[in-house]
């Protein structure tokens, strides 16, 4: 079976617009629910600001997680001293 790792065509960008979509969608989720709660208790921009914010906040942890449990993520050297050189021939 021919080797896919480097070259898998169109599919390989899902997870990173599954993800995006996901810190978007989070956002503006919270974003109407603090306007809805602002107009409903009249206190206009708090608790939009404050959704919009930690929608964010949430947002952006779901994002680190998968990107922290992602095996392609896990592969990659840690820090710029241990890549490989093209002077470092085997």
């Known amino acids: 079976m021919a080797d896919r790792g480097h070259h898998r065509g169109f599919g390989a960008g ?3 617009l599954a993800a ?6 989070g956002v503006t ?5 603090g306007l809805w709660l602002d107009r ?13 914010l930690g929608g ?3 947002g952006f ?9 992602d095996p ?12 490989r050189r093209d002077s470092d021939s085997p």
């Not at 995006?20 to 969608?25: I, L, Q, S, T, V």
């Not at 409903?40 to 919009?52: C, M, N, Q, S």
Request: a positive charge; glycine letters at 4%; hydrophobic letters at 45%.
């Open 14 to 16: 899902n997870k990173y």
């Open 29 to 33: 989720l919270f974003l109407f629910c």
């Open 72 to 83: 392609d993520h896990q592969a990659e050297p840690r820090s710029w001293s241990e890549k």
């Open 40 to 52: 409903r208790i009249k206190t206009t921009p708090l608790f939009t600001l404050v959704g919009a």
């Open 61 to 69: 942890i779901s994002v680190y997680r998968e990107y922290q449990a």
């Open 56 to 58: 964010a906040i949430l």
């Open 20 to 25: 995006a979509m996901r810190f978007a969608g």
